[in-house]
């Protein structure tokens, strides 16, 4: 099967940065797009940026300008680099995956289990 597990979530100032890294494993025969989505307490989970397998990205408005997604497709990874951080992007970010499988037969969405960030004022 496939897995997706995300790492660098974390506690950092206002202002500051982290970066995010989901690497999917398993029987992948290629991904085509993937993308991180955000949930923050009591709010419905949010798309924030995502990346086709051509390399078109696509930003929410909120984060235009300070985050960039980016894919390692080697490595079968996409990372979101979030700079200029503010209290208002703490959230669980979940990163997502469509998957080719089976030879490439058919393709479907994986999820990672998600990453706490919390942005500190």
């Known amino acids: 099967q496939v897995q997706l ?4 979530g974390g506690l950092v100032q206002a202002g500051g ?3 995010l890294s989901c690497a999917a ?5 290629g991904i085509n797009n ?3 989505y955000r949930q923050a307490p009591g709010k419905q989970r949010e798309l924030v940026a995502s990346l086709t397998g ?3 990205s696509n930003y929410a408005d909120s984060v235009k300008g300070r ?3 980016s894919r390692d497709n080697a490595k079968n990874t996409v990372y979101l680099q979030m700079s200029s951080l503010r209290s208002e992007d ?5 990163c997502s995956a469509n998957v080719m499988v089976d030879g490439g037969a058919y393709s479907r969405n994986y999820w990672g289990q ?4 919390t942005v500190s004022s």
């Open 5 to 8: 597990v995300e790492s660098g």
């Open 114 to 117: 998600g990453t706490q960030v």
């Open 67 to 69: 985050f960039t997604i």
């Open 90 to 94: 703490t959230a669980v970010y979940y």
């Open 17 to 19: 940065s982290l970066r």
């Open 54 to 56: 051509g390399d078109t």
């Open 34 to 36: 993937m993308a991180w």
């Open 25 to 29: 494993s398993g029987s992948i025969f």
